[in-house]
């Protein structure tokens, strides 16, 4: 196989390669209302090769929309249209990161758009089963169930006090606090596959500590921010991680390796402002006990190996689920060796009142009936952003029924994304674009993945690329704008009944909107993949290797 | 490909038309369907594919390369096998 030099021979929009047919003849081109093209090459058999990659192929009986909508295969995009809407105004306009109020969203969206329906609406119905039951949502669902109980097996296991015991250990002071922070909520976003997740701990435990012995707030924040942003986009176990391989026919183990250079080509830089800007920016004058400090614990760094187990696993090539498997063995092996939880820290079931069972150490008695512990939390926990995909699903398979998703893509094919390069730029502009807006990640990026697929299918570009354009804007501005919800859990806990501001003053509480320019790894993540799709760096073609995992998912 | 190898692959800067060699089994999707020419677009690289089948196109395919042209990027080949289909 020979790999040239980059070149702009195959542009055929701005520059016609001299071998090209007069435009009478072009190949088929779809047009922009999705008809049957036109027109064609005059021979069938002839040698002369065609130009344009072939990119009139979505008419046929293949492709005809099963559903027909009152105002045309537009309408179909009405569901999904109307939840992103709904989204940007809970998300963006009112701060309200409820993924809970996003499946409200969906509900209606979706009823609404039935209304649009023309004929019997059973045929509309249907197609709400056909996209809850694709492969694409079952595998999300699936490694989200698993990433929850190893996540929150990690924190019961007293991760977070080992991070901080390292803090300690390594004498960081006020200058460097930022950058420390930065790393080490990073080594904790990747362990436990939840940037939100990691700002909460971080903000909580981390982040007062810090601002005690005198780092910026605004600065340290973004850091902590910052380090999310790298855990979100690098775990395993990350659902943003998870959503980008899966919906890209990559395996996720394969991805984690692939995107390992883009992560490392922002991380750095960002390492590196941090320790510049927290030399620069002042921190602030509060007296305080740093108590917090206490709470340090050495043995919670052993959870390093079971975030290790898992990584070095899933890179192996083994099933996501086996990987998480084996990493949540360790850690409950470890929890319970190293006295860091109890058995009913990782599963209880708790009585109303002592019996034969409650002797077991998962058996507990108290004043309600349930079940608990890091296992239970951590699935449950996820259950509204499964719910959340199932519709989301069902509503693009809606609008792929009804000719929308088809209008769109030929818009995107035929008038922006042209050539690689721009089909690469128009996927980072895309992802850039929907996650500015819809501020709940995961969700927005559950909506623009099948559009991520078909273009960088229709330039055989490979599944790990795929996947890592789709990822680092979902990671990266999820994280940075004051309406992200990565910013909005972290000033909840400054701002929330018994939160920082109450505890220590108004000094503790950062406005979001001042962090906008500090989250450095978010930015530079932007800037690599706009810098990647533009220079070809990374670039890898289906051709070149194919997933391993996928097939076996 | 070993896990080192996958931390390492595409640490490059890649061209965007991909070159391949008479001989060369690629598996590919099948990116159009034009004038009765099934082709598959790789970055601007163009590929025919002869002998495929009717609905190959968003399809994964294997085709072996036949002829090759440098200068143009373009190339012909014949379909093999279908593998797959498109990941959405």
Redesign the interface.
Same mark, same amino acid.
């Given at each position: 196989m020979i790999d040239p030099q980059d070149d702009d021979s195959a542009d055929r929009v701005d520059d016609e390669p001299p071998d090209e047919p007069p435009d009478d003849v072009q190949p088929d081109r779809v047009p922009p209302d999705g008809a049957p093209p036109s027109g064609g090459r005059e021979s069938a058999g002839d040698p002369v090769l065609v130009a344009d990659g072939g990119f009139g192929d979505e008419s046929g009986a293949t492709n005809e929309p099963r559903i027909s909508f009152y105002g045309g295969k537009w309408a179909s995009t009405i569901p999904l249209a109307f939840f992103i809407v709904w989204a940007i105004f809970q998300s963006g306009v009112l701060g309200i990161g409820d993924t809970n109020g996003l499946v409200i969203g969906a509900l209606v969206g979706t009823i609404l758009g039935m209304f649009f329906a023309r004929g019997d609406w059973k045929t509309y119905a249907d197609t709400i089963f056909e996209g809850m039951t694709q492969r694409v949502a079952a595998t999300a669902i699936v490694a989200w169930l698993w990433a929850g109980m190893f996540a929150d097996t990690l924190q019961v296991g007293g991760f977070v006090e080992g991070l901080i015991f390292a803090a300690n250990a390594l004498n960081v002071g006020a200058a460097t606090f930022p950058a420390a922070a930065f790393v080490l909520c990073g080594l904790l976003a990747t362990g436990i596959g939840t940037g939100y997740g990691a700002t909460i701990a971080f903000v909580t435990l981390f982040f007062p500590a810090g601002v005690l012995i005198g780092a910026n707030p605004v600065l340290l924040f973004a850091a902590i921010l910052s380090g999310a942003v790298f855990g979100d986009n690098l775990a395993p176990v990350s659902d943003t991680t998870i959503v980008s391989a899966v919906t890209q026919d990559a395996d996720i183990g394969g991805v984690v390796a692939s995107r390992f250079k883009y992560a490392i080509a922002a991380a750095i830089p960002a390492f590196a402002a941090y320790l510049i800007a927290g030399s620069i920016m002042s921190g602030v004058s509060l007296e305080g006990a740093v108590a917090l400090r206490e709470s340090a614990n050495a043995l919670g760094l052993v959870h390093l190996v079971s975030m290790g187990t898992v990584i070095l696993t899933a890179v192996a090539g083994r099933h996501i689920v086996e990987a998480i498997s084996w990493g949540l063995v360790v850690a409950v092996a470890f929890n319970l060796a190293f006295g860091l939880s109890s058995v009913s820290d990782v599963l209880v079931f708790t009585v109303p009142e002592a019996g034969t069972f409650s002797s077991l150490p998962f058996v507990a008695v108290g004043e309600t009936a349930g079940v608990g512990g890091s296992l239970y939390t951590g699935a449950t926990g996820f259950f509204p952003l499964i719910v959340l995909t199932l519709l989301i699903v069902a509503m693009a398979q809606i609008m792929i029924r009804g000719g929308g998703f088809a209008a769109i893509q030929e818009f995107l094919l035929n008038s922006v994304a042209t050539n690689v390069r721009r089909a690469e730029l128009t996927m980072v502009l895309g992802t850039a674009t929907i996650n500015g807006m819809i501020t709940i990640n995961t969700a927005a990026e559950i909506a623009i993945a099948p559009y991520i697929a078909r273009i960088g299918e229709k330039f055989n570009i490979n599944g790990y690329r795929r996947a890592n354009i789709l990822d680092a804007n979902t990671s990266a501005l999820g994280y940075i704008f004051p309406w992200a919800g990565g910013v909005l859990v972290g000033y909840q806990v400054m701002v929330g009944p018994g939160g920082l501001g109450e505890q220590y003053g108004a000094e503790m509480v950062v406005n979001p909107i001042e962090v906008v320019p500090y989250v450095f790894h978010g930015w530079f993540l932007v800037i690599v993949f706009l810098l990647a799709a533009i220079t070809g760096f990374g670039r890898e073609y289906i051709p070149d290797r194919i997933s391993e995992e996928v097939s076996r998912a | 490909?070993s896990?080192f190898e996958?931390?390492l #692959?595409?640490? $490059? =800067?890649?061209? $965007? &038309?991909?070159?391949? /060699?008479p001989g060369?089994v690629? /598996? !590919?999707?099948v990116?159009?369907? #034009?004038?009765? /020419? &099934? !082709?598959?677009?790789?970055?601007? $690289?163009?590929l025919?594919i002869e002998d495929a089948p009717d609905?190959a !196109?968003?399809t994964?395919i294997r085709v072996a390369v036949e002829t090759w042209? /440098?200068t #143009?990027?373009?190339?012909?080949g014949i379909y093999r096998e279908t593998v797959?289909g $498109?990941? =959405?």
């Open positions: - | 490909m896990r996958k931390f #692959a595409g640490w $490059s =800067f890649r061209g $965007s &038309t991909p070159d391949y /060699e060369d690629l /598996e !590919v999707m990116t159009g369907d #034009a004038g009765g /020419e &099934t !082709v598959a677009r790789i970055g601007d $690289s163009t025919r609905d !196109v968003n994964r042209d /440098e #143009a990027h373009r190339g012909t797959g $498109s990941a =959405f």
